[in-house]
Every structure is written in C-alpha cells, then in structure tokens.
C-alpha cells in the first residue's frame, strides 16, 4: 500500500481514537469507518471500530469488526479476547470459550484471558477445565480478587477444600488489607467448617463399613 492511501488512513485513525477517548462514540465511528474504508488492512482500524459497535450495544456489527481484524492480523489477541466477550454476552458459551481459548495460546501470560476462559468453561458446567484456567490465571496474579474468588469458587464445589483455603490465604498474603478482607476471612471459616464436616463424614462411614 502507497504512503498517499495510507496517510489519510492514519489521520482518521488517530482523529477517531480521539475521539473515542473523550466518549464522543459517533465522532469515533465516522473515524474509522473512513480508516477502513480507504485501508482495509488496517486492522487497528477494524479494532477500534469493533470497540466503538461494542459501546453502542451493536453486538453483532461488533464481532464482524473484530474478525476483519484478525483477518488482516491472525495474531491480534484483544480481538479475540473481544469477540469472546461478545459471544459469552449472547449466551453462546461454547464459542466463546473457544475463541478465549485462542486468546490465551496468543498471549499465554495475559491473566485476564485466562481468567474469561475460565469463568466460561464454569458456566458450561465444565469444573475441571475451569479450574485449570483459573489456576493458571491465578499464578499469574495473585493480587486479583476476581481470580481467586472464583478459583476457590471452583475448588469449592469440586470439595477440594484445602486447595480453596490455600488460594485465599495466598491473596491475602498478597493483597494485604484489602476492602474484602473480611468477605475473605468468612469464606476462610466456612472451609473450615466444610473441610471438618468432610472428615466426620467420612469418619462415620468407615465406621458403618467396619460394623
């Protein structure tokens, strides 16, 4: 492409990404519909379009935006992550977790990709793969309280009480006196009382089985 095409490409990119800056969302469009519109290649161009039909609740005119971007970059990874977003929005869980999945083998250190795959695979239903998400998420970073609430959400309702009690407790150690501290604290007690209750079940049971 010619630098005379491409520099009034840029121009409207750069007058619409100002625009979307101080919330002027028409002003942005008309930016970078002219972007596109002169230079499809232009997959920043695609993105932010994509972003600006996310705002206005344009939902499908969105996705569309963001697969031109990643026709034009097939390694754009917010593009992705976006898209799964926007499929998780519609309800279509499975795609979205598929293109979260795609997200993360992009960019393998971006926690928040992790963290989306993995709130997904929990509203599927699919516990073991949502807890290896998160996990791995969490070891990205510990300081996230999204994270590690949802990771001991996960670790909760598979029973592994330990595993749970042991990703608070890390937060915490982390993120000293955070404003849920206290939320925090009560969940740690109620492991406790699960992990306690697990074990006298199980106490009972084998007593039953040797009588």
């Keep these: 492409m010619s630098e005379s095409n491409r520099s009034p490409a840029l121009v409207h990119y750069q007058k619409g990404a100002t625009a979307f800056q101080k919330g002027d969302h028409e002003g942005a469009l008309e930016h970078f519909l002219k972007t596109v519109e002169i230079d499809p290649r232009f997959h920043r161009g695609w993105a932010y379009l994509g972003m600006v039909y996310h705002q206005q609740d344009r939902i499908d005119e969105a996705i569309e935006a963001y697969r031109k971007c990643i ?80 990771l001991a959400q996960v ?11 042991r990703t608070l407790t890390c937060f915490l150690e982390v993120q000293k006196e955070h404003d849920r501290e206290p939320e925090i604290r009560a969940r740690l007690t109620m492991l406790k009382r699960k992990k306690e209750e697990k074990e006298r079940n199980a106490r009972d049971d084998e007593t039953k089985r040797i009588e």
């Design 71 to 150: 026709e034009v970059n097939p390694d754009y990874h917010k593009a992705f992550n976006n898209i799964g977003e926007l499929y998780r929005r519609k309800g279509m869980l499975d795609y979205a977790a598929m293109v979260f999945k795609m997200a993360t083998e992009l960019q393998p250190k971006q926690a928040h990709y992790r963290y989306n795959l993995g709130i997904t695979y929990l509203e599927i239903g699919m516990l073991p793969q949502a807890e290896e998400a998160l996990t791995a998420s969490f070891e990205l970073d510990e300081s996230d309280i999204d994270i590690a609430t949802e």
């Design 155 to 165: 670790q909760f309702h598979r029973e592994k009480y330990d595993d749970a009690t």
